[in-house]
């Protein structure tokens, strides 16, 4: 089985920092693209950042120069460095991540529980 496990959300002021955590665990060939998504109450799942297995990355426009992406492929671990939070960035932050299993022809999707970050003052 393959897990996603999130880590790092808190209640932060706006202006404030978050560093999300996210690994992957059990048994596969390989990880291959990863990502963060967001979803507010009552709003849809939104993509976040991605990034590839040769860091190429890709954001959301609204946090472009914010937020920045990274991944450890030794550790099968992806983060999320957000800075200068906003209120309206209040959401569950969802780890994503194609996997690949040993003798499946393709990645498959997998995603973590989740974890809260709150902006508030």
């Known amino acids: 089985q393959v897990q996603l496990v999130e880590s790092g959300g808190d209640l932060v002021q706006p202006g404030g920092s978050l560093r999300l955590s996210c690994v992957v665990s059990g048994s596969f060939f390989r990880v291959d693209d990863m990502g963060w998504y967001h979803q507010a109450p009552g709003k849809e799942r939104e993509l976040v950042a991605t990034i590839t297995t040769s860091d190429s990355t890709n954001y959301a426009d609204s946090v472009k120069g914010r937020f920045t992406i990274s991944r450890d492929n030794a550790k099968n671990m992806v983060y999320l460095q957000m800075n200068s939070l906003k209120p309206e960035e209040t959401a569950v932050y969802y780890c994503?991540?194609?996997?690949?299993?040993?003798?499946?022809?393709?990645?498959?999707?997998?995603w973590g529980q989740g974890t809260q970050v709150t902006v508030s003052s």
């Open positions: 994503n991540a194609g996997v690949k299993l040993y003798g499946a022809g393709r990645a498959r999707s997998y």
